[in-house]
């Protein structure tokens, strides 16, 4: 998992990203591909 400032380019990376916010988090997740995973700062 990666760990970013800013998440919007990650997001466009792929077409099944997604962003998901838990816990007062922000993060991007993938299904399908699921080495596509960050979380925001």
């Known amino acids: 998992m990666k760990i970013r400032n800013s998440l919007k380019s990650l ?17 991007v997740i993938n299904k399908t591909m699921r080495r596509f995973k960050a979380r925001q700062g």
Request: charged fraction near 45%; glycine fraction near 6%; proline fraction near 0%.
């Open 11 to 27: 997001r466009s990376r792929h077409r099944n990203n997604r962003l998901v916010r838990r816990k007062g988090r922000v993060y």
